[in-house]
């Protein structure tokens, strides 16, 4: 969707701070701890439509208690990197479907439209003016979080008369403390659901992920990283944490199948649940399945050693490994980083190659 009345690039204006904060080693980086210096943000009204899109120096947003985003959590966000290549270029790591699911998030959640490939423009604007904060390390990144709110200040249950798009960005490190290789244990209590049908569930929503919180604690209280989602009487898998999840097994013929759950409504679209099926597909040594898979059948391909590897994906932590789940009490351990395999591993080489240019793609998008 394309809105006529977008905010235009053309108009762009750039206030440039003053006062530039001492960078980090990155290799001290963590995930989302440090913000560049400045951000990007456009003003919507319903009575005069789009403003102007303003770079300035990072600021905290003057907020009403009464604003939609605060009462109703009317606002949705994405999430993109842009990596600096051994070309000494900076590029995003396929963009447009970042800029497709945010517009459809904000669908969703009774928000604007706008033209996005002004956005995008916009976006790769403020990357250059932070250039410097982008980590030429060959292992950190910087990572954006463009965010849409409803700012009107009432307290009727309606979509926002007043809305703000901004745009922050932050040199970051790994997601997860032990680094990209390092497997992770998952929690699957089938007592809480992130997303039923009809529901929001395939939409960066920030209403979404609030409740996700309690029972990521829980995990964390049991000595485990992260929430495997669970939905219906029969435990289907739909996500982990806020991220996408990969089986790699030998299907009832003996042939290597690798599979994840449909995008059927409950599902966010990953950009990287996309690239590692794109990638599959390419290399057409096994069959590539977007199917439902259960519980029962996870455990059952387990016990009879045709699980070979699980693993997560997402923009903030790219791919990681599966070693464990808990499942009412029983703990299920998954041979991944055993099985001989290392599909896991191929896919986050190819991936972190093309973001840091060692593979040339059309998926790496420079900025200027």
């Known amino acids: 969707m394309i809105s006529s009345q977008s905010f235009k690039y053309d108009d762009l204006t750039i ?161 997860f403390k032990s680094g990209l290789t390092q497997p992770v244990s998952l929690l699957a209590d089938p007592k809480y659901v992130r997303a039923c049908p009809g529901g929001a569930g395939a939409y960066k929503l920030a209403a979404n992920y609030a409740p996700s919180l309690y029972v990521q604690k829980l995990a964390l209280e049991q000595g485990l990283d992260q929430v495997l989602w669970l939905y219906g009487k029969d435990h289907q898998i739909c996500e982990a944490g806020a991220m996408n999840v990969f089986f790699l097994l030998k299907n009832e013929s003996g042939q290597l199948e690798l599979v994840t759950p449909p995008l059927d409504g409950t599902i966010l679209p990953g950009v990287t649940r996309q690239s590692v099926l794109d990638l599959a597909r390419s290399w057409k040594e096994f069959d590539v399945s977007e199917r439902n898979i259960a519980m029962k059948e996870l455990i059952n391909l387990n016990k009879e050693n045709r699980l070979l590897e699980m693993f997560i994906c997402g923009t903030a932590c790219t791919l990681c490994p599966v070693n464990l789940v808990r499942f009412k009490g029983n703990d299920i351990k998954i041979p991944t980083m055993e099985s001989g395999n290392g599909m896991y591993l191929r896919f986050l080489n190819a991936i972190t190659d093309i973001h840091y240019g060692r593979t040339q793609s059309n998926w790496s998008v420079p900025i200027e």
Request: aromatic share 10%.
């Open 15 to 175: 206030n440039k701070s003053v006062n530039l904060q001492t960078l980090p080693d990155p290799s001290t980086l963590f995930f989302g701890k440090v913000f560049s210096d400045h951000m990007l943000k456009i003003e919507w009204t319903e009575s005069t439509g789009w403003g102007k899109p303003e770079i300035t120096p990072l600021h905290y947003l003057p907020m009403h208690p009464g604003s939609k985003i605060l009462q109703y959590a009317q606002g949705v966000f994405e999430g993109m990197k842009a990596f600096k290549r051994i070309d000494s270029k900076v590029a995003l790591f396929r963009p447009d479907l970042n800029m497709k699911r945010l517009l459809a998030s904000a669908e969703r959640a009774s928000l604007p439209p706008f033209d996005l490939e002004e956005l995008l423009k916009c976006i790769k604007k403020l990357i250059s003016v932070d250039l410097r904060c982008v980590p030429d390390d060959g292992k950190s990144s910087l990572y954006i979080r463009p965010t849409y709110i409803g700012s009107e200040n009432t307290l009727g249950v309606s979509p926002a008369k007043s809305t703000l798009l901004y745009v922050v960005t932050c040199p970051s490190g790994p997601y």
